[in-house]
């Protein structure tokens, strides 16, 4: 497992100490963490966005103002891998807006096809998030 922050921060084994040091910075810089068990495994937090993704499909979770407990509440059950994370918000598929490709009539296709079509898809992830801080950091300014 993997803690990272906006700052540049972070460990590859973190503990709850860990997260809660991550989640100052969080709430401090504005900024964003990602507490990752893999590529495409991880929970990532955003202000009032909390996203997961795992098993190949993308949730999102957005709080009207900003809940650290809550956040802080996820990380832990996550890191502790417990699964009680899941069950603690209503989380929202929305594998389809970060890959509209992404359906589930693409069954047929053999793993070979999908897998060429998904492999570059931690690198989308990655831009997808710096574009939507950026924006975020432009539009508080």
């Known amino acids: 497992m993997e803690l990272t922050t906006e700052s540049g921060w972070g460990t590859k084994s973190p503990g709850p100490r860990d997260i809660e040091r991550a989640l100052g910075e969080l709430w401090r810089e504005d900024g964003f963490l990602i507490l990752a068990r893999a590529d495409e495994d991880y929970v990532q937090a955003v202000d009032c966005t909390i996203e997961y993704r795992q098993n190949g499909r993308h949730y999102r979770y957005e709080t009207p103002e900003p809940d650290p407990e809550l956040v802080r509440s996820i990380l832990l059950s996550y890191q502790a891998d417990d699964d009680q994370w899941k069950a603690m918000v209503a989380w ?15 069954a047929y296709e053999s793993g070979d096809d999908r897998s060429r079509r998904m492999s570059g898809v931690p690198i989308v992830i990655i831009i997808a998030v710096v574009v939507a801080v950026g924006a975020w950091i432009v539009s508080r300014m």
């Open 92 to 106: 929202e598929d929305v594998t389809t807006e970060f890959f509209p490709r992404h359906r589930q009539d693409h």
